[in-house]
């Protein structure tokens, strides 16, 4: 259900930023976008795995010296933080391939997937987000336990 309300979340969010470069008549992020989301959602990705991957360095440091913690609920989102992740470049590919497809037309159709874009970039950023968030709340939880001993 979350996953779900974010979603239309975003989307509202995109088509409003797609109605307000029309209404101005820019075409700055739309164009950047339709060249470039690959490469960028690739790097957030990157980014996305190295942060993950140092989360679960401290995670398994944690789990040595407290062993009867459980961090089950968050290797399970992170995991889940990735599958998001690729399935966005996908949603990406096939959105740029009916852009841009000369046989697909239809009424508002570069509206439709404009907006699938930009919602797929506002989506991609909160995932970072999240796993930034992450990072901090390991240190508060370190912070926390070594303050108790």
Do not use: H
């Not at 959602?41 to 996305?48: D, F, Y």
């Not at 995932?127 to 508060?140: H, M, N, P, Q, Y």
């Amino acid at each position: 259900m979350r996953l779900a309300k974010n979603i239309s979340f975003y989307l509202i969010i995109a088509f409003i930023i797609c109605i307000i470069s029309k209404y101005l008549k820019s075409e700055f992020l739309l164009k950047y976008l339709s060249e470039n989301i690959i490469g960028l959602l690739l790097t957030l990705l990157a980014i996305n795995t190295a942060t993950l991957g140092l989360i679960a360095s401290k995670i398994q440091d944690m789990l040595s010296k407290y062993p009867k913690m459980s961090f089950k609920k968050t290797t399970k989102e992170m995991k889940f933080s990735l599958t998001e992740q690729v399935v966005l470049i996908i949603v990406s590919v096939i959105a740029l391939i009916i852009l841009n497809s000369s046989l697909i037309q239809f009424d508002y159709k570069e509206l439709v997937f404009n907006t699938i874009l930009v919602g797929v970039l506002i989506y991609s950023i909160s995932i970072l987000w999240d796993t930034g968030k992450a990072v901090f709340i390991i240190i508060d939880l370190i912070e926390e336990k070594n303050n108790k001993e």
